[in-house]
Every structure is written in structure tokens, then in C-alpha cells.
T-cell receptor, first 114, second 114 residues
């Protein structure tokens, strides 16, 4: 079945450091890929998405590129801020296979200190 | 901006009580979902709906039940709450075309059963 594997957290960084959160997936067909972010006490918000190979999703300084050859969708940001502290979820959705459910990774907590 | 609402945000209740968690969306989405999020952050799909009068069990077995009488409303009910039901419950909805299944999440209900 489809699955998503994320690096375990917490990831602890100082402000302005470079961020990478690894995400790899296993899927049949051609999935769409997502990064969601969950701030403390809130629900999930879509951060960015990519719907086909080599697409780059970007938002709020975050980027991720859909790499079919390595089945990866790593999240990156050049300079993190304290306000980026949150839990980040990688997810996939396979197209055109009946009812499309999102398959989530286990989440990676990011802690940014001043 | 997503318009999906959950009430209550926090609920502390005794064992054996019947509870209903409310979820409403104003986006006209046909598809709606309930997730249970454990303290380790992992998300588990417990119920979903294609539309009015449609409900299905998700990937994680749950003693809760759901109904979908109106498009905008997808309440979740526990007939007899137990401490094992203590968790965060997240409601979501997605667009009708469903090609990419981008889901919009509510803020969640944190349930504690004593």
C-alpha cells in the first residue's frame, strides 16, 4: 500500500539556520504530494503541494521538489524563524483511484530558538 | 481561506457520557473526513463521507459514529465515552473534483475523558 516516511524529530535549530525535513514515499500510480503544517493548538494547514514529477511547490519561503526518481519530497527553507516552530506533515494522495484519501507521515516537530 | 469550524475546541467529560463533536464547513465541499490524532502526533482517518447520506469507516477502527444529513455538517458522536477516547479530533473537507484531494482542516477538538 501507499506510505510516507518522514525523518523523526524534534528538529532543533537556531533562528536563520537552514532547514531540511526529509520525506520519502511509496505509492502505486502517480501521487500528488503535500506538506501540511500544524501550529500549537491548531488544525493542519496546507503549506505547499506538487502534483507531478519535477514540480516545485513553494510558500512562505518553504520549498519542496517532487522527485520521482528518488521518490522524495524534502521540505527546505533557507532561513527559519521562531514563528516556524510547528509540526510538519508530509502526505500523498493518489489520483483517480476511487475515493482519494490522504496518507500522512508521522509528522516532524521543528523547534526554532532565538 | 478555509472556512471549516469545530466545536467545542476543548471538552473534559466523565466516563459513560454521550458526546457529539460538531464540524461545519461553508465551502460547499461534498467530501468530509474525521481524523483522530494521538499524542505522538500521528493522524488516523476514522470516518469519511462522499456527500449527503454517505458515511464510511476509515482506516482506524473507532467506536464513534457519524452522520451526514446536510452537506455542510458532519458531526461525530460517542455514545459512551471512555478514557481510551481521549485524543484530538480533526475534521476536514475537500473539493468536489477531488483530483488532488487538497484537504482543509478545522482547528480540532481536544477531548479528555476522565
Amino acid at each position: 500500500g501507499n506510505s510516507v516516511t518522514q525523518m523523526e524529530g524534534p528538529v532543533t535549530l537556531s533562528e536563520e539556520a537552514f532547514l531540511t525535513i526529509n520525506c520519502t514515499y511509496t505509492a502505486t500510480g502517480y501521487p500528488s504530494l503535500f506538506w501540511y503544517v500544524q501550529y500549537p493548538g491548531e488544525g493542519l494547514q496546507l503549506l505547499l503541494k506538487a502534483t507531478k514529477a519535477d514540480d516545485k511547490g513553494s510558500n512562505k519561503g518553504f520549498e519542496a521538489t517532487y522527485r520521482k526518481e528518488t521518490t522524495s519530497f524534502h521540505l527546505e527553507k533557507g532561513s527559519v524563524q521562531v514563528s516556524d516552530s510547528a509540526v510538519y506533515f508530509c502526505a500523498l494522495s493518489e489520483r483517480n483511484t476511487g475515493f482519494q484519501k490522504l496518507v500522512f507521515g508521522t509528522g516532524t516537530r521543528l523547534l526554532v530558538s532565538p | 481561506e478555509a472556512d471549516i469550524y469545530q466545536t467545542p475546541r476543548y471538552l473534559v467529560i466523565g466516563t459513560g457520557k454521550k458526546i457529539t463533536l460538531e464540524c461545519s464547513q461553508t465551502m460547499g465541499h461534498d467530501k468530509m473526513y474525521w481524523y483522530q490524532q494521538d499524542p505522538g502526533m500521528e493522524l488516523h482517518l476514522i470516518h469519511y463521507s462522499y456527500g449527503v447520506n454517505s458515511t464510511e469507516k476509515g482506516d482506524l477502527s473507532s467506536e464513534s459514529t457519524v452522520s451526514r444529513i446536510r452537506t455542510e455538517h458532519f458531526p461525530l458522536t460517542l455514545e459512551s465515552a471512555r478514557p481510551s477516547h481521549t485524543s484530538q479530533y480533526l475534521c476536514a473537507s475537500s473539493e468536489n473534483t477531488g483530483h488532488y484531494n487538497e484537504q482543509f482542516f478545522g482547528p480540532g477538538t481536544r477531548l479528555t475523558v476522565l
